[in-house]
Structure formats: structure tokens, C-alpha cells
DNA sequence: TAACGGAAGGAGAACGTTTTCATAGGGAGT
DNA sequence: ACTCCCTATGAAAACGTTCTCCTTCCGTTA
């Protein structure tokens, strides 16, 4: 470990000003080539690297953008990084990440630090989009696209999936397979997310004309224990089904493995949909029919949208609405 | 969106000198209730934030931690993240990411960058440590703790799993069932990490007095169809073999799958064991017997060991080895 | 030979903080 | 009334850059 060394070091060293050594170093000025190749032989000895802080307050830009997020675990949220660092580091920005744990208090620190730190903009993921938020976000001095939530008015921008629609879409395509008893498990009932798909279910069936017990809609945590016992709930209760909905793929293996460990036979007497294909639903045994959306785009065109708004400075309100495919696999067939 | 505004302005608004305003802040130095009380009103009015660059400048201090890693895919990385964000967050420090994509020019080029974002110390994941990595981070201005790699000598300080110890651990429990006809999936050869369990792997077989044939050593990349696909060519050239190890639950999983598809029973005939124990293994039936290690606590290991090289100023070579634990399920039994 | 112009590079302001030092005011002790 | 000290505040340096002006030097042109 040597320590660090400024510009007015590397200028001494060479016997320049400090001005002709930023010159060389951003190559910007005219510079003649011999004191060029002096300078650039003391910047290799030293290692010297600018102190991008004091650049940055010369040129009040941070290259910084924020993340906030409700959960950096699962599939998802790597996915979505792995989007965003693709489309920011090509443009020479950095990423920040704040991680609130699903907590609200921390979703403003986190706003707090991050207006503090002078990131040019944020991407923010939440668990449930409030009027609250949309104050927050307004009186923010940087640009900030939603993710996974429609903020449902023409202020801030978004980038989500249509859940509503892919969950109706799913119901349906067992509703056309002639299934008539079904059960939706969703995740928490605070989650919006989980909300839009169960609407989506149960507009498929009132729309084709059955009606639904509220016994047969479940909130669950998201984890493939939860869906495994939930699932064997319904067995001992006695509910007669033979179509699920469950809001991911997690709680899908676990009603799964739970119908299988009763008795069933998958997709013989019931058929299962994942609303969410990770890994777990090509794996599992029959592998899971399910609904499949790119985390890693949503984080791409997430990154699109905030870069067009931090560069052309223009904040009016626009979102993008990414595709889904149903996947058809071995956890579904039809009702006999 | 409303401006910036910065501590001059504060202070002409409240009528003070921006020092005062500064003693407000940041709480140090006497200040008189009313001054404060009218600062802070229009702290409150204007949404000040202090510029944390120009903080950051004068104090020489950054509160960044750098992460540099491989792979933010899988389960591995964001768990480690969780881990680290919880340690760093305490101490008011906040995350940088760089993702590599296992180019080792990027790591480079990473280095550089936090370099010049005066980072105070690194967490550095990569597939490989080699000598030029110790050169790099030699001359590196801050702290680097090497996570996942033992770095094999006194100087670059690490955090890790016994691979080794692992892998003969979880063949030694197979021995000891009965089995002799072992078969061995590894990740990549650049692995060094698949390397370290391979021999692990092998130093058991030998040391219980069993030869091994080259053919029962694949390389693979991870993937859950890699497994499979492996698996399958295995019983198509009619290897005999009643144990497998497998360097990760992913593969693991695509064996029993490969297996079960060609007609065999899991465990009846085949005991599988995977080095690797994430919701994967759990899900799968029959469930995964696996060795189960916590990349949460790696992060906070990891991070804990930097803070300590980073707030001492003491930064000599040190190292923690984590546990783990063999989770004993449904996919090993004796053989008959 | 005088005037001009372009190339090379230096001096110093600006960015927004923290912090050190200086100073004014006022109450207490003599 | 004089000194002393403590509280409250301001002025200005420092952090390490970028960038805008200047100045100097030298070759070209009339």
C-alpha cells in the first residue's frame, strides 16, 4: 500500500504547473509532446490517479446513480444490476446501491444520502407505489424511474411488466383448458405487485362467468415453504381444485412438492402456474408452466429511460411497459 | 425537481456565515438557540442537503467501500451484498459495485476506478488469484480483503470456505455408506474454487485406497442443463457408478433430473451430494443432501475484517475460514 | 523591422465543504 | 474600573481538481 499522490505532486515532479498536467491527463489543450511524454512517465511512476471527488465538484457531475431497493435477494433484483451496469458503465456512470429491507423509513435515508452523494438520478424499487412517494420524489433535485410499480398518474416514471395482464392471461389459458376450480396464492398482502395479479386472476373468472370463494385466494410470504404448506392446508381442509395460480415460482415448487407428497399426480389432477420463472421452474419435476419476464431488460430499459432524462434534462413524465411470454411446460394439461 | 442549494446560500438566507451554518449541521461548536432555530428553519424550507463530495474533500474521507466481483448471478453475490450492506451501513459507509463479467481486464480497470473515487478499501471477488493480482493490490492506496480465494501466502488478507475440506468431508460420507464408483462434476477448469473441491474430492478417494479414472472428472459450466446433459452421456457410455459429487446444487439438480428421466431411482441407485446448498436443493425431490455454507456471512466476515484494516490503519495479513455444514437429505443413502 | 498570430503553458478563480484562528461582547472576580 | 475568560460568530485557508484568462515565445508576413 503507497499513498496517494495529487496533481500538484505529479506537476513538481515533472516541473509543470498543475495546469498542463490536467491538460495531459484529460487531453484536452495543446501540450508539447516532450513535456507530454515528462509528465506521462512521473504519472506512471507515481500511479498517480486524479481524486475524481475534486473533479467532480470542478464539474458538478457525479457520474453516480442510485439503486433503491426493497430486497436484493432472489433472481430479480441481480438481474435487474446486471441490466443497469450494462447500459451505465458504457456511459462512464457508477452504480449506487441502497438496500431499505422493505422498510419505508429507510427508503427516505436512503433518498437523503443519495441527494447528499449527488447521484444525477435513482431507480427506485418499493414495495408499494404511495402518494407519499410521489411528494418525495417531486421535490428531489435529480430525475428517478420507478420500477416494477405503474405509478398509475402521468408524474413519475416507470418501467414495469403488465401483471394484471399476464395473470389474466394465465387464469385464462386453464380456463380454456376447462378447468372451473381454482386457487390463486399470492405473495404479502401489502404487496402491489402481488395485488395486480390477483386482480388479473380474478377478472378472468367473474369475467368468464364464475364466481370465487374468498377461501380460495391465499397470501403467503413468496417462499417455497409457505406454498408447501399452504398447499397441504388446502388438502386436509378439503377444498376441491384442479387449477392453481401462484404469484412465483417459489411457492409453485413448494405446492408442487406438497400435492406430490399427498398423493397427486402433477399435471394429472392439478395444474399449476408460475407467475415467475426463475431458475427453480425448468428445474423442478414436472417442470413448471410459468410466466416469463426479463429482470435483467427491466433494468436496461430502467437505466434507458433515467440516462435520457440525467443527459437531455428533460423529466416529463414516460414509461415503458415490457413484454411477457407464457411458457408452456409439463405443470399444466387439460381438465378431464 | 427543484435546485441544489448550497451552504452560502443557507447562510444568507438565515443571516450567519457559513461556518455557523456548518456548526449547525454538523453539531459541534456553540451555537446560540436562536441562530440555530432560524437556521434550521431554513434548512427545513430549502431541502438543504450538504454536498457530500465537498465534505468529502475537506476531510479527506469518502465512507466508500469498492466491491469488485465475477458474477452478480446466483444466489452467492447478493447474499454477500446483504451481509456487507449490513456491517458498512452501521458504520456509515456506503456500497460501490463493479462487475467484472470474469473479464480480468475489467478488474483492472475497476481497481482504477475506485482508485480514483478514493474508496477506502475493496472487497475483491474474482475466479483466479494470481501473482499479478497481489502485484496490483500491493500498490493499491487502500485495504483489499479477498473473498472466496485463499491467496495462499502472508500478505493479502482473505475470508473463505475450506473447499478442500468440504468436498473430502462430503466423499468420506459416501465412502463410508459403501460406495466405491464415484463420479465427480466440477465447474470450469479456471475454477480455482472447482479445483480446490476436485482435489478435496480425489485425496479422499485416494486416501481411502481407491484409483480414480480420469473419465469420472467432467468440467462443467454450472448451469442446471450442464448437469443434466453431463448425466445423460454418463449412462449413455455406460459408466457404472453409484456416488456422484457435484461442485454445485445447480448441476446436482440436473443429475437427478438426467438420472430420473433414464429410469433410475434417487437414492435407490444413485447418492448424489452437492458442495453447494441453495433454495435449489431444498425444492427438489428427492431434496439435495448438500454442504451448506452462508455467503451472508462471508459478506460480513469480509466487511468486518476491511473496516478493521481501514479504521486501525493496521493493515497486515489476516484471514478467516468459515464453517459449514453437511445437510444430510433424501438423496444419499448406504449402498446395498 | 515591425506587426501579427498561434502554440505552449502558467496563475488563479471556482466548486462546497470543514476547520482553525481571530475577535467582539459580556459577565465575574478583584 | 480592569483584567480574565467564556460564548458566539466570522474570515479565510485547505481539500484537489477544471477551466478561463493571461503571458511568453517564436515564426511568418508585409
Known amino acids: 500500500m503507497r499513498e496517494d499522490i495529487n496533481i ?10 498543475i495546469a498542463t498536467v490536467s491538460r495531459v491527463f484529460n487531453n484536452n489543450g495543446p501540450v508539447k509532446e516532450s513535456t507530454r511524454k515528462k509528465i506521462e512517465q512521473v504519472i506512471k511512476e507515481t500511479g498517480y490517479r486524479p481524486n475524481i471527488l475534486a473533479r467532480e465538484l470542478a464539474e458538478k457531475k457525479t457520474h453516480l446513480i442510485g439503486v433503491i431497493t426493497h430486497s436484493i435477494l432472489g433472481e430479480g433484483l ?4 446486471k441490466g443497469i451496469t450494462h447500459v451505465i458503465e458504457e456511459k462512464g456512470y457508477n452504480l449506487l446501491i441502497g438496500n431499505t429491507d422493505g422498510q419505508i423509513e429507510k427508503e427516505q435515508k436512503h433518498f437523503e444520502i443519495f441527494q447528499s452523494k449527488r447521484v444525477e438520478g435513482v ?3 418499493t414495495r408499494h407505489f404511495t402518494q407519499e412517494h410521489r411528494d418525495v420524489i417531486e421535490a428531489l433535485p435529480f430525475p428517478v424511474v420507478v420500477l416494477l410499480q405503474p405509478t398509475e398518474d402521468e408524474k413519475i416514471s416507470y418501467v414495469a411488466f403488465d401483471e394484471y395482464r399476464f395473470a389474466q392471461e394465465a387464469t385464462r389459458y386453464l380456463l380454456d383448458k376447462g378447468h372451473e376450480d381454482f386457487v ?22 367473474t369475467s368468464a362467468g364464475y364466481s370465487l370463494d374468498k377461501e380460495r385466494i391465499i397470501h403467503e410470504d413468496y417462499s417455497i415453504e409457505a406454498g408447501y404448506e399452504a398447499t397441504k392446508r388446502l388438502v386436509k381442509e378439503g377444498v376441491p381444485f384442479t387449477a392453481m395460480i401462484i404469484a412465483n415460482d417459489g411457492m409453485a415448487i413448494g405446492a408442487i412438492n406438497a400435492l406430490q ?22 428445474a423442478s419435476r414436472p417442470s413448471l408452466t410459468a410466466i416469463h419476464y426479463s429482470y435483467q431488460d427491466l433494468g436496461k430499459e430502467g437505466a434507458n429511460l433515467l440516462l435520457d ?10 414509461y415503458k411497459v415490457l413484454p411477457y411470454e407464457l411458457k408452456k411446460r409439463g405443470s399444466t394439461e387439460e381438465r378431464y
Chains 1, 2 share one sequence.
Open 8 to 17: 500538484t505532486e505529479v506537476a513538481r515532479k515533472a516541473g509543470v504547473s
Open 78 to 81: 441481480p438481474n435487474s444490476i
Open 123 to 125: 431507480l427506485f424499487m
Open 184 to 205: 390463486f396464492i399470492g405473495g404479502p398482502e401489502t404487496s402491489a405487485n402481488s395485488l395486480r395479479r390477483e386482480q388479473g386472476f380474478k377478472n378472468a373468472l
Open 261 to 282: 407428497d399427498s398423493g397427486y399426480s402433477i399435471p394429472r389432477d392439478v395444474s399449476i402456474i408460475g407467475l415467475d420463472d426463475t431458475a427453480l421452474a425448468k
Open 309 to 318: 432524462k440525467i443527459e437531455s434534462g428533460n423529466v416529463d413524465f414516460s
